[in-house]
């Protein structure tokens, strides 16, 4: 870390020491976080009503309470945005990061703590670059800006008191003063809500910083891409910005974008998966290239994992980190340091190593074609147009798939509509 100040490398290596902790002793640091929830939210009315002081290990905090979905935990957290307090967390909770509802009908508004924030979030965020300087020490990353690409946030009609708003504005929202010094846009441009004139201030801020990363979903990334370029009249990104080296992704599979970076990029930069949802930062890859995510597990979340074909059942199982297995399909089911409390996040994710523990996430609960017994996922609907790509030298901006089912005069099958930045050499 020769760019870093004696005294940044020095707070690095304690760092790096304390990943090496949770990093070999996951499951013991597991115990850990799930008895300090547990503590913490004794004295909440969640944690009264199923006796949280009576719950002194894993098993019996599993026979207390039950696996819950958001409707299950609504109740509170709308008691919550109305101006209660000590209801599912012990400290007071004023904001929401509002989540699209992809398995229900309706937007969710998930608790965000200060402890989720500063414990689990930014904790997390930390960890992940210090990580990426441990394996990358001549990274000039802070020798330059971090574009981020964030939503919107807005004041709850319910009470003053509490904001809502997509995660990412949420976090942005209350960075750390010296993280505002490390990032780009303004403010200002950066949680507006109307997406169209957003890009169009994010390209006209941003053309001449000295960008190194980036951050946000794909999709909206490649459309301020493209809109910097027709401004520019450059033909590649490295030529706006030539000295971006990371882009970091989450949210949605990035193997149906990968080959549109490249091409827009223009040169070789590293990539990082990140798996960070308005319920937590549960995963990051430690390095470019790994398979799969490293699971963070000292990050204020207790994680269960709960194979898919339980979910449904009144009494689902679920299993801890020392009995999961290699490939099967997981959903897990977190507890958290913002009051979420056996809650199905509904991802599901599969291990790709025990040693560190490492994660893949392979679709959602509810996102699946089964109609025949086939079990079609998330991933393998990705792989499968990754390949059709790679064989046929198309490009794909999105896509989407269904079932048809069984007729009098047809077999089963199942029907593609695929949109193309670059139609595929022969459709045959």
Same mark, same amino acid.
């Given at each position: 870390?020769?760019?870093?100040?004696?005294?940044?490398?020095?707070?690095?290596?304690?760092?790096?020491?304390?990943?090496?902790?949770?990093?070999?002793?996951?499951?013991?640091?597991?115990?850990?976080?799930? #008895?300090?929830?547990?503590?913490?939210? #004794?004295?909440?009315?969640?944690?009264?009503?199923?006796?949280?002081?009576?719950?002194?290990?894993?098993?019996?905090?599993?026979?207390?309470?039950?696996?819950?979905?958001?409707?299950?935990?609504?109740?509170?957290?709308?008691?919550?945005?109305?101006?209660?307090?000590?209801?599912?967390?012990?400290?007071?909770?004023?904001?929401?990061?509002?989540?699209?509802?992809?398995?229900?009908?309706?937007?969710?508004?998930?608790?965000?703590?200060?402890?989720?924030?500063?414990?689990?979030?930014?904790?997390?965020?930390?960890?992940?670059?210090?990580?990426?300087?441990?394996?990358?020490?001549?990274?000039?990353?802070?020798?330059?800006?971090?574009?981020?690409?964030?939503?919107?946030?807005?004041?709850?009609?319910?009470?003053?008191?509490?904001?809502?708003?997509?995660?990412?504005?949420?976090?942005?929202?209350?960075?750390?003063?010296?993280?505002?010094?490390?990032?780009?846009?303004?403010?200002?441009?950066?949680?507006?809500?109307?997406?169209?004139?957003?890009?169009?201030?994010?390209?006209?801020?941003?053309?001449?910083?000295?960008?190194?990363?980036?951050?946000?979903?794909?999709?909206?990334?490649?459309?301020?891409?493209?809109?910097?370029?027709?401004?520019?009249?450059?033909?590649?990104?490295?030529?706006?910005?030539?000295?971006?080296?990371?882009?970091?992704?989450?949210?949605?599979?990035?193997?149906?974008?990968?080959? #549109?970076?490249?091409?827009?990029?223009?040169?070789?930069?590293?990539?990082?998966?990140?798996?960070?949802?308005?319920?937590?930062?549960?995963?990051? #890859?430690?390095?470019?290239?790994?398979?799969?995510?490293?699971?963070?597990?000292?990050?204020?979340?207790?994680?269960?994992?709960?194979?898919?074909?339980?979910?449904?059942?009144?009494?689902?199982?679920?299993?801890?980190?020392?009995?999961?297995?290699?490939?099967?399909?997981?959903?897990?089911?977190?507890?958290?340091?913002?009051?979420?409390?056996?809650?199905?996040?509904?991802?599901?994710?599969?291990?790709?190593?025990?040693?560190?523990?490492?994660?893949?996430?392979?679709?959602?609960?509810?996102?699946?074609?089964?109609?025949?017994?086939?079990?079609?996922?998330?991933?393998?609907?990705?792989?499968?147009?990754?390949?059709?790509?790679?064989?046929?030298?198309?490009?794909?901006?999105?896509?989407?798939?269904?079932?048809?089912?069984?007729?009098?005069?047809?077999?089963?099958?199942?029907?593609?509509?695929?949109?193309?930045?670059?139609?595929?050499?022969?459709?045959?």
């Amino acid at each position: 870390m020769s760019l870093l100040s004696p005294a940044i490398s020095s707070l690095a290596r304690m760092r790096l020491w304390r990943i090496d902790g949770w990093k070999k002793n996951p499951v013991e640091a597991q115990r850990e976080v799930l #008895q300090d929830l547990v503590t913490s939210a #004794q004295y909440t009315e969640f944690g009264r009503k199923y006796n949280f002081h009576e719950l002194f290990n894993i098993r019996s905090f599993k026979q207390a309470v039950p696996v819950h979905e958001y409707n299950d935990l609504k109740p509170y957290i709308e008691r919550i945005m109305a101006g209660e307090q000590n209801i599912l967390w012990n400290t007071p909770v004023f904001w929401f990061a509002k989540s699209s509802g992809t398995t229900s009908d309706k937007s969710k508004f998930i608790p965000i703590s200060e402890e989720s924030l500063e414990d689990c979030h930014f904790k997390a965020a930390k960890d992940v670059l210090t990580m990426y300087y441990q394996f990358n020490p001549d990274s000039a990353l802070l020798t330059g800006k971090g574009l981020v690409l964030g939503g919107s946030h807005n004041i709850n009609p319910m009470n003053n008191d509490a904001q809502y708003g997509d995660l990412s504005a949420v976090l942005l929202q209350n960075t750390p003063f010296w993280g505002h010094w490390l990032r780009t846009p303004d403010l200002s441009i950066a949680l507006m809500d109307e997406w169209e004139s957003k890009i169009e201030k994010l390209a006209e801020s941003t053309i001449h910083e000295n960008v190194t990363s980036i951050s946000g979903v794909p999709t909206w990334t490649l459309v301020l891409f493209r809109r910097i370029l027709e401004i520019t009249g450059k033909s590649t990104m490295s030529e706006v910005w030539p000295s971006l080296e990371l882009y970091m992704h989450g949210g949605v599979s990035f193997t149906p974008y990968k080959e #549109q970076f490249r091409k827009l990029i223009g040169k070789d930069i590293h990539y990082l998966e990140m798996y960070n949802a308005s319920e937590g930062f549960f995963a990051a #890859q430690e390095r470019p290239g790994d398979d799969g995510m490293l699971l963070f597990t000292d990050h204020g979340i207790f994680m269960e994992f709960m194979p898919v074909s339980e979910y449904g059942k009144k009494h689902p199982q679920t299993v801890g980190l020392q009995d999961v297995e290699l490939g099967k399909n997981y959903a897990p089911v977190i507890t958290t340091n913002g009051g979420l409390w056996r809650y199905i996040v509904g991802d599901t994710v599969r291990f790709t190593s025990l040693s560190p523990f490492r994660i893949k996430v392979s679709g959602r609960l509810k996102h699946y074609m089964n109609a025949f017994g086939e079990e079609v996922i998330v991933d393998n609907t990705d792989k499968a147009i990754a390949d059709a790509c790679a064989k046929t030298g198309a490009i794909v901006n999105d896509y989407t798939a269904a079932p048809v089912y069984f007729s009098d005069n047809a077999n089963g099958a199942h029907e593609w509509l695929i949109e193309f930045e670059k139609d595929p050499s022969s459709l045959d």
